[in-house]
């Protein structure tokens, strides 16, 4: 490294964020970038450390630490501190596709995989990141790269999220012909309308699909493929065919009075948002709203979050977010140390505005909802919240959850969102194309081995969250990777990807 005692000379400075009264009079981004000479000192803290756990990407205690694309961090780092972007970009994007999205919404496991993190705090990776590749962007280096030579190959990728978009990226790079089949009218998938503006601005997506154009990759919106007639067509067009449509199905909740309205899925709730801001800047009537509205979030995660801090832009009355499992501690426990995720409590940007609007942390933890209570019209208007436990089952030594008797607590609400996971992948689309799924109702695809990512049928692979379950960003652009790899030594008897 450049410079070997940084991390002693200079402290940890990441983007300011705007307060959060100001943040949500909009749905724009709210950071404010550091200048590049402090974007340079902060390169300057990468320690030279030997052993760089944060580009790992190795599984600890069930958890992975560092970075899943086994991202070269110390040298873009060092390139950063010398104020050498262009050398930084290249060594970026030799193993991430889209840096303009990680750096944006992954939750950093390199920085908490940091060797500075055993007695500090991580470099500011995922923020080096970032103005790497927005140094490229505006400098003009990220310009569509020429395509040396053509295979004569034809693939069809469905879904044009995050895996869908790195296998299809890789592939058209390879010189196959690449079409990608998205069943929305815009492309990105989960990066548009999955994750709000706030964290992602849509013509941030729109940049990056237009790049993949002009490079040759076709998109093709508004195709749901989910019949066996629409399969087998494609697998006659095709010579290879990439499964990519994520995690389509939210888990529900079952208790009484479920079927009243104003009861949604998260994800409808998010996507609904995002495409009335798109189409036509939030016109009212055209999406779901919380404005005036007591708001429910069932879902501690960052959907959840999202879900909170998308309500409160909205104009809610009040916002309550049920989380099943207890508050996590604020420091380290004794049986979780580095460099293993940090299982320990944080208050996303979405909490923080509720604070700043209502003056309480929206949160209650080990609750969840035991009936909806509706009025004459089917309108759901108040939720009966339980208090949960966990007990330690004394024949099987499983611990399990458990209501609390006597802490049953009404509370109004006329919005209810769903946020509490997903189940698997479309099943249409699965049975569509003849493919197995294992027991978690994913696509079935090994990651290792001459088969990796292909699928029970020949000539189709799958990646992502449909075959992992639900899962990171940064996770399914490895997948996406990955499978394009299987894809083109399938195609070709070897691979140099």
Known sequence: MGMSTGFLQYERRTSEALEPLDRIKNYNEFHIALSKEEQMEQGARCMDCGVPFCQSGMTLGGMVSGCPLNNLIPEWNDFVYHGNYQAALKRL???NNFPEFTARVCPAPCENACTCA????GVSIRENELAIIEEGY???????RKISGRSGKQIAVIGSGPAGLAAADQLNLRGHQVTVFEKSDRPGGLLMYGIPNMKLEKHIVKRRIDLMKAEGVVFRLNESISGKKQAEKLLKEYDGVILACGAARPRDIQVPGRESKGIHFAVDFLS????????SFLEEGTYLSAKDQNVLVIGGGDTGNDCVGTAIRQGAKSVV??????KLPDQRAADNPWPQWPKVSKTDYGQEEAKAVFGADPRRYQTTVKEFICDKEGQVKEAVLVELAWKKDPKTGQM???EVSGSEKVIPADLVLIAAGFLGCDLEVAK?????TDPRSNVRAESTGEMSYHT??????AAGDMRRGQSLVVWAIREGREAAQAVDQYLMGYTNL
């Not at 055993?118 to 705090?121: D, H």
């Not at 977010?321 to 207890?326: G, S, V």
């Not at 569509?432 to 197995?436: L, R």
């Open 321 to 326: 977010q049920l989380e099943m499992m207890p």
């Open 138 to 144: 505006s400098n003009r280096s990220m310009q569509p």
């Open 93 to 95: 994007l030799k193993r």
């Open 456 to 461: 029970s049928r020949d000539k189709v692979f």
């Open 400 to 402: 399990t959850m458990e």
């Open 272 to 279: 609904s948002t995002t495409k009335a801001l798109l189409d």
């Open 118 to 121: 055993l007695n500090g705090v």
């Open 432 to 436: 569509a194309f003849g493919v197995e």
